[in-house]
């Protein structure tokens, strides 16, 4: 490749730190069909026959084929991608094969690969994001009315619907899509024609590159164009912080599946057993998907730190941005297809959660609520009137709706046996009909307004 300047062959240390063909093989696909487009425009344009094109074209495709049926040898002597498929090339055409590295460089070929291999991924992992959204939403519509307790500190708080909890993921969910297709918008520039950082004197038609590609414009600057890498940085910030979300609802599983919990069941599809007890059904689905996100989040951090102290132009350093990312992508693809199978595998235990959503005094805040509203207390004054009242419950190891009434005098003599009527885990779920509340009529609106999108989407198709 680079014969002409130097007479010795490179060490075989020197030679096995730098190939990458074992990461960067797939990006196959994207690699003939940038050089397709590069050398249909450099056809049009004058700068290579007609004639040389379609044999580039023609052995591009038969390249493709080989590789897709598994009869392609990549060779780590050539180093990469780009020049297996350009000896390959040379092989099957001859000659006219050197001609498609005209007036590019393997620094804005391999950056070009790239935003094409990311923004094909960015695609794959939005339509997961989607399906993932339909099962919580159609999980969520029909528990709306599904009453189980909901947390803060990992205490009991206040009742919420299993319905209210999934569609909190679906809103999360949401704007992890929201930043994926942030980040395939500013990725969807072309490099091509940078050259290896200074452009390059012959007359290039970029825009029409570029439009070939599906980008929405060439990159403005040739040194920005072969040097940055904010696009795989941004793509693995959104997995990250998907990842993170999947997590937390993985530990949720997890937790709930405990026998100390009890609240949902996962089928034999989604849990494992043990080698020793055979008593044992381990959520190690959930597990996985949750120890996943460290891959993840290191990628991101890995890349980071690779780009914090790089000049301009290109650096030998950005070999490593690939290897990482197409792992964490990877990685969260299967998470999130994993969670999504087990929002439809599982299946909550109805009446454990409503007894669960009982205890511990849930329904304190509506105690209080109903202070402010029917005597009139400011609502620190009713706070701590509901304390007393809680604290003598618990001294009677009773809930607050079975609490006699004469009990609750003693404390403030105003209270009337109208305050059972807020008590119970029904009302109290029932009355948080505020706009996005858990009340189960907000619920049901809310499912049904993401099915209703999420079914607009699908027909509109993916981007």
């Given at each position: 490749?680079?014969?002409?300047?130097?007479?010795?062959?490179?060490?075989?240390?020197?030679?096995?730190?730098?190939?990458?063909?074992?990461?960067?093989?797939?990006?196959?696909?994207?690699?003939?069909?940038?050089?397709?487009?590069?050398?249909?425009?450099?056809?049009?344009?004058?700068?290579?026959?007609?004639?040389?094109?379609?044999?580039?074209?023609?052995?591009?495709?038969?390249?493709?084929?080989?590789?897709?049926?598994?009869?392609?040898?990549?060779k780590r002597e050539l180093e990469d991608i780009h020049m297996n498929v350009e000896a390959r090339l040379a092989e099957l055409i001859g000659p006219a094969a050197g001609r498609l590295h005209t007036a590019r460089?393997?620094?804005?070929?391999?950056?070009?690969?790239?935003?094409?291999?990311?923004?094909?991924?960015?695609?794959?992992?939005?339509?997961?994001?989607?399906?993932?959204?339909?099962?919580?939403?159609?999980?969520?519509?029909?528990?709306?009315?599904?009453?189980?307790?909901?947390?803060?500190?990992?205490?009991?708080?206040?009742?919420?619907?299993?319905?209210?909890?999934?569609?909190?993921?679906?809103?999360?969910?949401?704007?992890?899509?929201?930043?994926?297709?942030?980040?395939?918008?500013?990725?969807?520039?072309?490099?091509?024609?940078?050259?290896?950082?200074?452009?390059?004197?012959?007359?290039?038609?970029?825009?029409?590159?570029?439009?070939?590609?599906?980008?929405?414009q060439p990159m403005a600057n040739s040194l920005d164009a072969v040097s940055d890498r904010d696009f795989v940085v941004e793509t693995l910030s959104a997995a990250a912080l998907a990842a993170v979300h999947l997590?937390?609802?993985?530990?949720?599983?997890?937790?709930?599946?405990?026998?100390?919990?009890?609240?949902?069941?996962?089928?034999?599809?989604?849990?494992?057993?043990?080698?020793?007890?055979?008593?044992?059904?381990?959520?190690?689905?959930?597990?996985?998907?949750?120890?996943?996100?460290?891959?993840?989040?290191?990628?991101?951090?890995?890349?980071?730190?690779?780009?914090?102290?790089?000049?301009?132009?290109?650096?030998?350093?950005?070999?490593?941005?690939?290897?990482?990312?197409?792992?964490?992508?990877?990685?969260?693809?299967?998470?999130?297809?994993?969670?999504?199978?087990?929002?439809?595998?599982?299946?909550?235990?109805?009446?454990?959660?409503?007894?669960?959503?009982?205890?511990?005094?849930?329904?304190?805040?509506?105690?209080?609520?109903?202070?402010?509203?029917?005597?009139?207390?400011?609502?620190?004054?009713?706070?701590?009137?509901?304390?007393?009242?809680?604290?003598?419950?618990?001294?009677?190891?009773?809930?607050?709706?079975?609490?006699?009434?004469?009990?609750?005098?003693?404390?403030?003599?105003?209270?009337?046996?109208?305050?059972?009527?807020?008590?119970?885990?029904?009302?109290?779920?029932?009355?948080?009909?505020?706009?996005?509340?858990?009340?189960?009529?907000?619920?049901?609106?809310?499912?049904?307004?993401?099915?209703?999108?999420?079914?607009?989407?699908?027909?509109?198709?993916?981007?």
């Amino acid at each position: 490749m680079w014969g002409g300047r130097f007479a010795s062959q490179p060490d075989a240390i020197m030679a096995e730190i730098n190939a990458s063909i074992d990461v960067d093989q797939r990006l196959y696909r994207q690699d003939i069909v940038a050089s397709k487009a590069h050398a249909a425009m450099l056809a049009r344009q004058g700068i290579i026959s007609a004639e040389d094109a379609a044999k580039i074209a023609h052995g591009l495709d038969t390249i493709l084929l080989e590789i897709e049926q598994g009869r392609f040898v990549f060779k780590r002597e050539l180093e990469d991608i780009h020049m297996n498929v350009e000896a390959r090339l040379a092989e099957l055409i001859g000659p006219a094969a050197g001609r498609l590295h005209t007036a590019r460089s393997r620094n804005d070929q391999v950056a070009t690969d790239f935003r094409l291999y990311l923004r094909d991924a960015i695609d794959e992992i939005d339509g997961l994001l989607r399906a993932h959204q339909r099962a919580l939403a159609e999980k969520a519509l029909d528990h709306a009315a599904t009453i189980m307790p909901g947390f803060t500190h990992l205490q009991t708080a206040q009742p919420v619907t299993f319905g209210h909890h999934l569609l909190a993921y679906v809103e999360m969910t949401a704007r992890d899509r929201g930043r994926f297709a942030d980040a395939r918008t500013r990725l969807n520039e072309c490099p091509l024609g940078a050259g290896a950082l200074a452009g390059t004197s012959f007359p290039l038609d970029r825009d029409a590159t570029a439009k070939d590609l599906g980008f929405s414009q060439p990159m403005a600057n040739s040194l920005d164009a072969v040097s940055d890498r904010d696009f795989v940085v941004e793509t693995l910030s959104a997995a990250a912080l998907a990842a993170v979300h999947l997590s937390r609802f993985a530990e949720e599983i997890v937790l709930w599946t405990s026998p100390l919990g009890g609240l949902i069941t996962l089928s034999d599809k989604f849990t494992t057993g043990s080698s020793m007890m055979p008593q044992k059904r381990n959520p190690d689905a959930a597990e996985l998907v949750r120890a996943k996100t460290g891959r993840i989040i290191g990628a991101l951090n890995a890349l980071l730190v690779v780009m914090k102290g790089l000049p301009l132009a290109y650096q030998k350093d950005m070999q490593e941005d690939k290897e990482g990312a197409m792992d964490a992508l990877g990685a969260l693809a299967l998470s999130i297809a994993a969670m999504t199978g087990m929002v439809r595998d599982m299946q909550p235990d109805v009446a454990r959660m409503k007894k669960a959503a009982g205890q511990g005094h849930a329904t304190a805040t509506d105690l209080a609520d109903w202070l402010v509203r029917t005597l009139g207390l400011p609502f620190r004054d009713a706070h701590h009137v509901t304390g007393r009242i809680v604290a003598e419950a618990a001294h009677q190891n009773l809930p607050l709706h079975r609490l006699p009434l004469a009990t609750m005098q003693a404390v403030e003599p105003r209270i009337t046996d109208e305050v059972f009527s807020v008590l119970s885990v029904e009302r109290s779920v029932a009355s948080r009909t505020s706009f996005g509340g858990t009340a189960p009529r907000q619920v049901r609106a809310q499912a049904k307004k993401w099915l209703k999108l999420l079914d607009k989407e699908a027909r509109q198709g993916s981007p």
